[in-house]
Structures are given as structure tokens and as C-alpha cells.
T-cell receptor
Framework: KNQVEQSPQSLIILEGKNCTLQ??????????LRWYKQDTGRGPVSLTI?????NTKSNGRYTATLDADTKQSSLHITASQLSDSASYIC???????????FGTGTRLQVFP | NAGVTQTPKFRVLKTGQSMTLLCAQD?????MYWYRQDPGMGLRLIHY???????AKGEVPDGYNVSRLKKQNFLLGLESAAPSQTSVYFC????????????FGEGSWLTVV
């Protein structure tokens, strides 16, 4: 069964610290992997999209990595800010159907 | 730049009532989607459309109907609301399904009592 699992479920860090969120998937065949940020009460906003051939992609203080061999991705947040408090959702596109398979997200809280 | 706009933002329905959620996008996107988001679950696709006049079922279509009469609008209807349809509904749009950014609306909170 095609699945996307994220860890940890929730994370608390202090402002200014770095953190890394994990995404493991069993989706096959694979088309691409996306990371979204979802603020409380808002819609998801795209951070990155990576295809099979891309290992790393950055968007400001957000850096996503992809290892298609081990089917793992990570999202690294550098020098966290209070505004980074949100849920981060990993989404994998199935290659045959273009179906998006969503993870349940990691809830990040950044405290001053 | 409005992007994807959903109305209404909040609604409370009684069981058995009907309602329509409206989604409008101003990016000339071909693809539009309706998702629902429930606690502890990833977003699930209800219905989608690959162009004006087309609709297709997603993962959880039962109890919902959709229409795409104009390219910029995608309507989600509940003919007879049930408590199980209490959820947050998100509309999204993109140029095509794979490889392109999918833009989401701000969500519509629906409670069925």
C-alpha cells in the first residue's frame, strides 16, 4: 500500500535553533515529492517540489533533501523563527496515476 | 492576487440539509481539486477536474457532487449532509497534476449537527 509517514508527529524548539523533519514513503512508482507548510487555520503553502533526480532543494531557510533509493526525505529548517510554527506536510506523487499521497504532518512549535 | 478563494469560510448545517461550497481561481489553471482534512489524517481527495466541463471521482467521493461549468470555478455540493461530513474542506488548483505547484485555498470549516 502506498503510504507516506512523517516523524516526529510534533516538535518543540527554541527560536534560533535548527531542526529536521523526516518523511518516509513506500509510494511506487515515484514521480515527485513536495513539502508544504500549513499555518493553523490556513491552507497549505508549497515549500519545495523535488523529482527523482534532485537530491536537495532550498527555499530560504528551508532545505529539503531526497534519497529516492531509501525512499526518505527530510526538511531542515535553519535558524528557526516564531513564524515557522506550523504543520509541515510531506506529499508524494504516484508515478502511474499522478495521485497525491499526503502524510499526516509534523506539528512544529517554536518558542521564544 | 487572489489565487484560490473559497466561500463560505464557516458553515453549520443540520443533518439532511444541502449546501454548496464555491471555489474560484484566477490563475487560469486547468486542474482543480476538492480535498477534506480530518484530524490525524492526511488530506484526502474528494473530486477533481482536469478542465472546464470535466469532473472525476477521487478517494472519498460518496455524499458529494461537483461541477465545473466555468474554468475558474469548481463547486462542491452536499445533497444531504451527514455528521461524518464535518471536516475542513480545501480547494486547490494547478496547471497540471504532476510536477507543478498546487495552490490551496484557505479552507472551509463545515460542521454538521
Amino acid at each position: 500500500k502506498n503510504q507516506v509517514e512523517q516523524s516526529p508527529q510534533s516538535l518543540i524548539i527554541l527560536e534560533g535553533k535548527n531542526c529536521t523533519l523526516q518523511c518516509n514513503y513506500t509510494v511506487s512508482p515515484f514521480s515527485n515529492l513536495r513539502w508544504y507548510k500549513q499555518d493553523t487555520g490556513r491552507g497549505p503553502v508549497s515549500l519545495t517540489i523535488m523529482t527523482f533526480s534532485e537530491n536537495t532543494k532550498s527555499n530560504g531557510r528551508y532545505t529539503a533533501t531526497l534519497d529516492a533509493d531509501t525512499k526518505q526525505s527530510s526538511l531542515h529548517i535553519t535558524a528557526s523563527q516564531l513564524s515557522d510554527s506550523a504543520s509541515y506536510i510531506c506529499v508524494v506523487t504516484e508515478g502511474n496515476t499522478d495521485k497525491l499521497i499526503f502524510g499526516t504532518g509534523t506539528r512544529l512549535q517554536v518558542f521564544p | 492576487n487572489a489565487g484560490v478563494t473559497q466561500t463560505p469560510k464557516f458553515r453549520v448545517l443540520k443533518t439532511g440539509q444541502s449546501m454548496t461550497l464555491l471555489c474560484a481561481q484566477d490563475m487560469n489553471h486547468e486542474y482543480m481539486y476538492w480535498y477534506r482534512q480530518d484530524p490525524g489524517m492526511g488530506l484526502r481527495l474528494i473530486h477533481y477536474s482536469v478542465g472546464e466541463g470535466t469532473t472525476a471521482k477521487g478517494e472519498v467521493p460518496d455524499g458529494y457532487n461537483v461541477s465545473r461549468l466555468k474554468k475558474q470555478n469548481f463547486l462542491l455540493g452536499l445533497e444531504s449532509a451527514a455528521p461524518s461530513q464535518t471536516s475542513v474542506y480545501f480547494c486547490a488548483s494547478s496547471y497540471r497534476a504532476s510536477g507543478n505547484t498546487i495552490y490551496f485555498g484557505e479552507g472551509s470549516w463545515l460542521t454538521v449537527v
